[in-house]
């Protein structure tokens, strides 16, 4: 599975890690149990620098309309996305232009650095 991701509900923290070929599938599955472990509100951390984006511009749309749709639902807490990639950072970019939702979004090269910001990132209220 080329998506992996805990959900640490004592540290309020999500994190994913990507390691190969990421697609549409692969997100979608992410985003609906983040949704289901009522973790929607917590900070995120992806970590992509080992991730190969497989989706296409319409894909991008896709999931960003999927968390829009969530954001009407439940408010999304900071997400921090470390990647070494200009094809993860653009289609980062592109995900966050879409998507509806406003929410502390912050690209890095370091998990340590990740870390550091989302520690100072503050987090909405629970549903």
């Known amino acids: 599975m ?20 990421v697609t549409l599938k ?22 992509a620098i080992n991730c190969q984006p497989a989706y296409s511009d319409d894909d991008v749309m896709t999931m960003a309309a999927r968390v829009s749709a969530y954001a009407s639902i439940v408010k999304s807490g900071p997400l921090a996305v470390v990647t070494l990639s200009d094809e993860v950072e653009d289609t980062f970019k592109r995900f966050i232009n879409l998507s509806s939702r406003k929410r502390p ?20 209220p629970q549903r």
């Open 26 to 47: 692969d997100l979608e599955e992410h985003f609906d149990a983040v949704l289901v472990a009522d973790a929607m509100p917590y900070a995120h951390l992806f970590n």
């Open 105 to 124: 979004t912050k690209l890095f090269r370091t998990e340590a650095k990740a870390r550091a910001w989302l520690a100072q990132q503050p987090l909405p």
């Open 2 to 21: 080329p998506l992996r991701w805990e959900i640490l509900h004592a540290e309020k923290l999500v994190y994913l890690v990507a390691d190969g070929t």
